[in-house]
């Protein structure tokens, strides 16, 4: 379906541009949050993301570019039990659900594709914006079970759903081939970072970058759709 509606977007859309362009990528990703990952063990559940996005040519080195995806996200228990602090100041240990965001960049092209001349294969580029996201997710939080005829107190798993919004700033980088007159295909990675460090409802600091942070390496497909 996102196929026929892209061929369909580039008979209407009306461009004077050589780098107009629609695309779509999809990859592995994940969120760097506090309870998503043990990460000095590599232990991180990679989950598919979806980016849609429009380029409008600018100038021969700029483009504007907005985007909209989806990403899924989930620690899968990586983080282990909870931590006394975070009990006491009921913290998720884990989570998982899914990401809606959307974003506007500038993007910087290195070297501008031609494409009347056919040996220039490899193009790159890279951009930095600003977006929304919002967040819907199903955590697990501990709860104090309290100690009864002797034994120990201790804890039990409670599931909560929550939501977050908040603003962020993507960063992307990647190449695109010139696979054909009116198609590409290309890499690239994002890292959107988020303004919130709850997008997995754990406001701790017990990683090395204090912001929660989605990573994405995506495959894009991307339709040309202002060649002359």
Known sequence: MLFFSMLALSDIVQAQHHRDQLSFGIGPSFLYGNNTGYYSKLRIKLLPAYTLAYSYDHTRHWDFRASVGYQQFDG??????????????????????????MDLMPVY????????????????YAGMGLGLMHVQREVKVAEIVPAVEGQRETWRPVIEDQQTTAIYFPVRIGLSTNWQKLWDLG??????????????????NSKIIK?????QFQVVLKRNISIN
């Open 187 to 204: 890499l690239e990675g994002s890292a959107l970072v988020a303004s919130s460090n709850n997008l997995d409802g754990n406001t701790t």
């Open 109 to 124: 092209q290195f070297n501008p594709k031609n494409y009347l001349n056919k040996k220039q294969s490899i193009s790159y």
């Open 76 to 101: 899968d228990g990586n983080t282990g039990n909870p931590s006394k602090k975070w009990i006491a100041e009921n913290q998720a240990y884990d989570a998982k659900g899914q990401i809606y965001y």
């Open 211 to 215: 912001p929660d942070v989605l990573f």
